[in-house]
């Protein structure tokens, strides 16, 4: 008798993950099931894997994981499944807000040491958190009189941002 036959098995489904789980744990991401072998018995088989990350781009923290499952029998026979694990950073960064509502001179509102702007920036996947504000400004009803609607913009490298806005009373 010649076992000429690759074992079978059931490869772990596709699976999304966030960029605070691991794509390369096992538990997250499952094994196979159900081997079998017309010949050699279940436990006897070999269950390996290789890991090949792609599509890994400007956002270091959003990338695919081709895991190709290789289950082997003892005659050296083999079955190939793939599996596909996509990472992707859709968490948007943590910040503490400044006051929302401050009082400035005409000559300070630009000043955001004086105005403030958030702080605490912190983001679960990404090292990088940006900053940025884009004023609206309604005038008063005298000469240096005017409010200030600062639209806070808190954001990390892959897109993921949280507004706040700030007011300003000049």
């Known amino acids: 008798i010649r076992d000429n ?6 490869r772990p489904i596709n699976i999304n993950l966030s960029c605070i789980e691991d794509p390369f744990d096992l538990d997250f991401t499952g094994r196979p099931s159900m081997l079998s072998d017309n010949c050699s018995p279940d436990e006897t088989l070999r269950v390996s894997f290789v890991d090949q ?7 270091q923290n959003s990338f695919d994981v081709e895991r190709t499952w290789r289950v082997t029998d003892l005659c050296g ?4 499944r793939v599996q596909q694990i996509r990472v992707r950073d859709n968490v948007p960064p943590n910040f503490t807000p400044p006051m929302d509502d ?8 630009l000043n955001i040491e004086i105005t403030g702007q958030p702080f605490n920036l ?19 009803d005298c000469a240096n009189n005017f409010t200030v609607e600062r ?3 808190i954001f990390d490298d892959c897109g993921n ?3 706040f806005t700030q007011s300003l009373t000049v």
Do not use: K
């Not at 036959?5 to 059931?10: G, K, M, T």
């Not at 912190?122 to 008063?140: K, M, S, Y």
């Open 5 to 10: 036959e690759a074992p079978d098995f059931i």
């Open 53 to 59: 990350v792609i599509g890994a781009g400007l956002c």
């Open 77 to 80: 026979n083999s079955r190939v």
């Open 102 to 109: 401050v009082m400035v001179s005409c000559e300070d509102y």
């Open 122 to 140: 912190n983001d679960q996947c990404d090292e990088t958190v940006n900053l940025r504000f884009e004023d609206d400004i309604t005038l008063g």
């Open 151 to 153: 639209e806070w913009q």
């Open 161 to 163: 941002s949280r507004l």
